[in-house]
């Protein structure tokens, strides 16, 4: 029997006053991380013209890497390390927010239709105070059969992304052709994630919807994927080893702490050379939310459960 675990999304709108409507799976209630990979945000397709789109105001992060991922549309990211690049469709842009950074993410005049993906990573302890950073990853599509894949971090499918991550990743996206089956040899180190996009996808023997999340624990050496419809389909696979350390988030900060959560609210209200600043964005800066009046504890995951080999293993590639 499969312990695949389904789940679900719930809407959140970001952004402050043109707040936009994104479909969060992680994090919840049932499950903090896979792997390292600690927020995942899916967006869209949105018509930009009629919403307005995405205008992100300038806003600080602690102790993450922001990985933005697009499917259709472009985004203009600015930020205080001085990056200035745009997000297009299969195209990798990942900032390293250790000690703090700021940023601000607009969608194009010319963008017509908006849909991607959101994604956060939680630095480990040792590298939690990391150094501002920013790296950008157009991976060559891999085809196998049925399926093409664009590794953006980590390797699979006998493709590596050069860019660097301070814990082991995987993050990839896979579109599959109508009632393609494909099995993927994957680390048994790693616990793997599957957000689906678009179409009906099967992963081992879970049955998974546009925007949920399919949770695979460690121990399994392949995947396997199958799309049951007439139609692609698209999903993100994400994963890594289990990250042990307990983590604060809180608004677009992650600490150990209250304490530290605390700290970086009042340094961002505070204008602090933390978070530096962003030129070139014609708004202000978004202000943080109240801290709730209680303590704010930290969040772990239930204890890891070791799955059994699959029984296809000898069909891996």
């Known amino acids: 029997m499969s312990n695949v675990e389904v789940l679900p ?73 001085g990056s200035h690049a745009l997000i297009r469709p299969g195209e990798l842009n990942l900032m390293t927010g ?12 010319e963008t017509a239709v908006l849909h991607g993906v959101q994604l956060w990573v939680a630095l480990p302890e040792e ?18 059969d049925g399926a093409e894949i664009k590794v953006f971090l980590g390797s699979l499918a006998g ?5 660097e991550t301070f814990t082991p990743l995987l993050g990839a996206q896979v579109d599959l052709d109508p009632h393609a089956v494909i099995t993927l040899a994957v680390d048994p180190a790693f ?21 949920e999340l399919g949770y695979a624990p460690r121990g399994r050496g392949v995947l396997t994927l199958t799309n049951e419809s007439d139609v692609p389909a698209r999903a993100i696979l994400l994963g890594g080893p289990p990250f042990e350390e307990e983590i604060v988030m ?21 204008a602090s050379e933390r978070f530096g600043d962003v030129d070139g964005y014609p ?17 772990g995951n239930p204890r890891h459960r070791a799955d059994q080999p699959e029984d296809d293993a000898s069909t891996m590639r």
């Open 191 to 211: 616990e793997h994630g599957l957000l689906v996009d678009s179409g009906d996808v099967r992963l081992a023997d879970a049955r998974l919807g546009p925007a």
């Open 159 to 163: 493709d590596a992304s050069p860019v």
């Open 283 to 299: 708004g202000g800066r978004l202000r943080a939310p109240e801290l709730p009046n209680a303590v704010i504890t930290p969040r």
């Open 250 to 270: 809180w608004w677009n900060f992650i600490g150990r702490s209250h304490e530290d959560i605390v700290r970086a609210r009042a340094d961002w209200e505070a």
């Open 98 to 109: 250790g000690f703090g950074i700021c940023h601000s993410e607009v969608s194009t005049p």
């Open 9 to 81: 999304w719930r809407d959140v709108p970001i952004g402050g006053v043109r707040a936009m409507q994104v479909r969060r799976t992680l994090p919840q209630k049932a499950r903090t991380l896979i792997g390292a990979w600690c927020f995942a945000d899916h967006y869209g397709p949105v018509a930009v013209p009629a919403s307005g789109g995405m205008d992100l105001p300038t806003h600080p992060h602690t102790g993450l890497q922001t990985v933005s991922w697009l499917f259709s549309g472009e985004v203009e990211h600015r930020d205080s390390l």
């Open 127 to 144: 590298h939690r105070n990391a150094a501002r950073g920013f790296q950008h990853h157009a991976p060559e599509p891999v085809r196998i």
